[in-house]
Structure formats: C-alpha cells, structure tokens
C-alpha cells in the first residue's frame, strides 16, 4: 500500500496533532524573513559548485568545465525526476503498483537528496523562498505560480505517482513534501528521510556499480 494512503489509515486525534505540529516545523524551517535578493542568488548561482555531487559516476562528465552551483542544483533536479518517471515507465501496464521501496530508492538517490539540499542552499544564501525565485506571472516564460518550488523531490513524486501526502502543504514552503514523505519508514529500507542503513547500503551499491560501468567503458575504449 502506497505511503500516502497508509498514512490516511492511521486516524486519530494524536496522529492529526503529530502531523500538523510536524507540518508546522517544516512552514517555519522554510521561511526567510530577511530581504529578498536575487543578486545574491545569481552570486550564488554562478559560484563554483563544491559538493558531493562531483564524486557521483557520470553526473556531470565535461571535465574541462566547471561546474557552478546552478548547473548542479538544475541538472540534480533534472535527474532526479527522469529517475522517477523512468520507473513508471518501467512499471507500465504490469500489474499491481510500484514497490514503495523501489520509488525509495529513487528518492533517496543523490539526485534527489542533493537537489533538494542546493534548492534550500539557494534560498539561505539570498534570503529568498522558492515562489519569489520562481517564474513570474507576465514573464514570457510563465507557465504556473511557484514552477521553481515545483522540483522539491517530495512534489516530483506526486507529480509523477499522485502520491502526494495529506498536510496539504502550501507551494511557497518548499520542503513541506519532503519533510512529509520522509516520517514514512518504508519497508525494508528504513525511514524517507535516508538515514537508515539499508538505505546507505542501496545509494553505496548504486554509485559502485556506476563506478564499474564507467570503468568498463574507459577499458573498451
């Protein structure tokens, strides 16, 4: 049974104060009350990007370029959504839903876990939340309010599977989703949040066998 409809089983009146306290803590862990300087964020944007994403096999493979905290933060969201909708793609038309431990481990990936981490990054670093960096109404590139807050991993999941939580986070608290899918411990994996074993020993497994491919291929060629 999905995460999200677990959750809704789980009634009662304790359960509902946990959750809006919870949902509380990530509104309030969200929001700037400083000014608003976008400025800073290209500063920060354009700045080398120094983070765990530089050892992760084939993430960014121009070696002779740099690569800056923007392209990091865009092509780790990139990424992390075309991991989740590859595996909706490789579950269609079978039967019965997606392993809740498969979607797991995709929301643990470094993909995900990083591009969520370089989006809050940002928003620390200019003091902005993610509807004042998103695309403007009137902007010839807008489509809908809060496009920037729309890469939370938690968001990219319920755009893609519709599992998409009970707190009803507004679109401005940017973490909300993802503060919510990782209370979930998921079976055989451990917590959403990534912390437990089984869950190091998935993304260890993943990058040495990425580690591997690239090491066959530099052979080959």
Excluded at 176 to 191: D, I, K, L, S, T
Aim: aromatic fraction near 10%; charge should be positive; glycine fraction near 8%.
């Amino acid at each position: 049974m999905p995460w999200h409809c677990r959750r809704k089983k789980r009634g009662g009146a304790l359960l509902l104060v946990l959750l809006a306290t919870l949902s509380a803590q990530a509104t309030e862990d969200e929001t700037y009350t400083g000014p608003c300087s976008l400025d800073l964020y290209q500063a920060w944007y354009n700045k080398a990007y120094e983070g765990p994403l530089q050892n992760t096999p084939n993430f960014w493979i121009f070696s002779s370029a740099e690569l800056s905290n923007g392209q990091a933060m865009e092509k780790a969201a990139t990424k992390c959504k075309l991991k989740l909708e590859q595996l909706r793609l490789d579950r269609a038309g079978r039967h019965g839903p997606v392993e809740e431990w498969w979607i797991f481990d995709v929301m643990c990936s470094d993909e995900c876990v990083q591009s969520d981490a370089l989006r809050r990054a940002a928003m620390a670093a200019c003091g902005c939340d993610c509807l004042a960096l998103s695309t403007q109404a009137g902007a010839p590139s807008y489509r809908a309010a809060g496009d920037w807050c729309a890469h939370n991993s938690g968001r990219l999941l319920c755009a893609t599977f519709y599992q998409c939580g009970t707190w009803a986070c507004r679109v401005g608290d940017f973490m909300c989703p993802r503060f919510e899918y990782n209370q979930y411990r998921v079976a055989f994996r451990g917590p959403g949040n990534c912390s437990g074993a089984a869950a190091l020993l998935v993304r260890g497994a993943a990058a040495a066998a990425a580690a591997v491919a690239t090491a066959a291929l530099t052979l080959a060629l």
